[in-house]
């Protein structure tokens, strides 16, 4: 392990996650806000649905560990969400299946340690018509309409299990003109649509009670910035206005 340690929080999905460290990905972004105080560490499997992630649970999250994550943003639901193919071949993973992939699934990660946090982001919308454009027949059965039922259930099962839900369905579908300017092939995200996903997943970090707090403002800086050393420009300080644009805004605030 290089040091000094720090908070680890692990990004683990399909697709959405996978691609999240791209340029103005989500992951990366977070990276960047985390760079003094926490380790970002991608775990994200293109094409993956519930099924396998459960397959491969306890390799990626070993309840052995000397140390256990601090917080574990988990993402699926794209692609367990898409139409069922005759052959009974695809990433199809029925709602009740899903569901109790996901239990399981939040279930292991809240028993790694008394310490370790959890936040499950729901399926997004898409964009039907650019997908055919992009993809052709490539790609079949992804409908704006089967992705709800999950997003809405995996929210209800968030706060039976206790862990903290992103309905990134709603977010996204909340800005303006989100079709055209929230994704690059009709499913993944463009930098537009991943700072909502940065914006909801601070917001989330910020209000939640947990001790220690989890929230980037709040962490210790690893190193001071300049050692006492006078200099023109503070380095706190403009680490702290870099991000501002990204700092979700008071409670009470209505969303732009």
């Given at each position: 392990?290089?040091?000094?340690?720090?908070?680890?929080?692990?990004?683990?999905?399909?697709?959405?996650?996978?691609?999240?460290?791209?340029?103005?990905?989500?992951?990366?972004?977070?990276?960047?806000?985390?760079?003094?105080?926490?380790?970002?560490?991608?775990?994200?499997?293109?094409?993956?649905?519930?099924?396998?992630a459960l397959k491969v649970l306890d390799h990626v999250f070993p309840k052995n560990a000397v140390i256990q994550p601090s917080l574990v943003i988990v993402y699926f639901g794209g692609n367990?969400?898409?139409?069922?193919?005759?052959?009974?071949?695809?990433?199809?993973?029925?709602?009740?299946?899903?569901?109790?992939n996901m239990r399981k699934i939040g279930e292991h990660l809240l028993s790694l340690s008394d310490k370790t946090r959890v936040i499950f982001l729901t399926p997004p919308p898409m964009n039907e018509k650019q997908i055919q454009l992009?993809?052709?027949?490539?790609?079949?059965?992804?409908?704006?309409?089967?992705?709800?039922?999950?997003?809405?259930?995996?929210?209800?099962?968030?706060?039976?299990?206790?862990?903290?839900?992103?309905?990134?369905?709603?977010?996204?579908?909340?800005?303006?003109?989100?079709?055209?300017?929230?994704?690059?092939?009709?499913?993944?995200?463009?930098?537009?649509?991943?700072?909502?996903?940065?914006?909801?997943?601070?917001?989330?970090?910020?209000?939640?009670d947990w001790k220690p707090s989890l929230y980037w403002k709040s962490l210790p800086v690893e190193f001071p910035f300049n050692f006492d050393v006078p200099d023109s420009i503070s380095l706190c300080d403009l680490e702290l206005a870099r991000n501002e644009q990204l700092e979700p805004p008071p409670p009470g605030t209505a969303r732009m």
């Open positions: 392990m290089v040091g000094p340690g720090r908070p680890q929080i692990v990004l683990f999905g399909s697709s959405i996650v996978q691609f999240s460290f791209s340029d103005g990905g989500w992951g990366a972004t977070l990276a960047d806000i985390y760079s003094r105080t926490a380790d970002i560490i991608l775990r994200g499997y293109a094409g993956w649905n519930s099924r396998f367990d969400s898409t139409h069922p193919h005759p052959s009974g071949q695809g990433p199809h993973v029925p709602l009740s299946e899903f569901i109790d992009v993809f052709g027949d490539a790609i079949r059965g992804r409908r704006n309409d089967l992705c709800s039922p999950y997003a809405e259930a995996l929210l209800n099962l968030c706060k039976e299990i206790n862990v903290k839900g992103i309905d990134l369905w709603t977010a996204i579908q909340q800005q303006d003109d989100w079709l055209n300017t929230c994704f690059t092939d009709g499913i993944h995200f463009t930098p537009k649509a991943s700072e909502i996903v940065v914006k909801e997943i601070l917001k989330v970090v910020r209000e939640a």
